[in-house]
């Protein structure tokens, strides 16, 4: 299990395939179109906070997100299957692509969920879900955005050193290639209620200044 909390390099990751996988294309729950860009004055982002059946749900619900969708990304492995990603061998992390509109949700608020529902603190895992496909993620498309989520950041490390929290080992970085994970994670707790949802904060709030 060791193993799997060690980053792979391109030269060990798994070769992947050409071929994307084949998915259903409409949401389970609001039926947008999974594949679909965002349309003008739309944005997305990629987050990655350990399993990702709990965070879609999360993220799917708030007013002001257009879609969502999970994957795979941050890795090198193209195409990866869930199998593949489980190994450790691709490098990848579970996240969801958040389209947003950021006239009714902004991207602070959006983070702002992202803090405190899970424990960015934990490195290569989330709880009890080790590996490197576990660990907390937020992959930026151009630079405001990565301003706001290391403005974001800085704000939470405060909150977190105030009640002797550690320190946060949230990547961010510019956002590669996205890959749709199989249909059957698509929405996963939304056809499955009963179903494993791994999010569990650190109980401190964020406080944006």
Not at 109 to 125: A, I, K, S, V
Not at 153 to 160: D, G, I, V
């Amino acid at each position: 299990m060791s193993d799997k909390q060690q980053m792979v390099t391109e030269e060990t990751a798994l070769k992947g395939r050409f071929t994307p996988l084949e998915i259903e294309d409409s949401h389970f729950v609001n039926h947008s179109r999974l594949t679909a860009e965002p349309e003008k004055g739309q944005q997305k982002i990629l987050i990655g906070m350990g399993c990702f059946w709990g965070a879609e749900r999360l993220f799917w619900q708030l007013p002001g997100v257009i879609s969502t969708s999970v994957g795979y990304s941050g890795g090198y492995t193209p195409n990866p299957t869930y199998e593949e990603v489980c190994t450790g061998q691709t490098g990848h992390a579970e996240v969801v692509r958040v389209i947003y509109q950021p006239q009714q949700i902004s991207l602070e608020t959006l983070l702002g969920y992202f803090w405190e529902n899970h424990d960015p603190t934990q490195g290569m895992r989330q709880g009890n879900d080790l590996g490197t496909q576990y660990r907390s993620v937020i992959y930026v498309y151009h630079d405001k955005q990565r301003l706001i989520a290391e403005h974001s950041r800085q704000t939470y490390q405060k909150s977190l050193n105030s009640e002797g929290k550690g320190q946060i080992t949230t990547e961010i970085l510019s956002a590669g290639p996205y890959y749709f994970a199989e249909s059957y994670h698509q929405q996963y707790l939304a056809k499955n209620p009963d179903g494993y949802c791994g999010l569990a904060g650190t109980g401190v709030c964020f406080m944006p200044l």
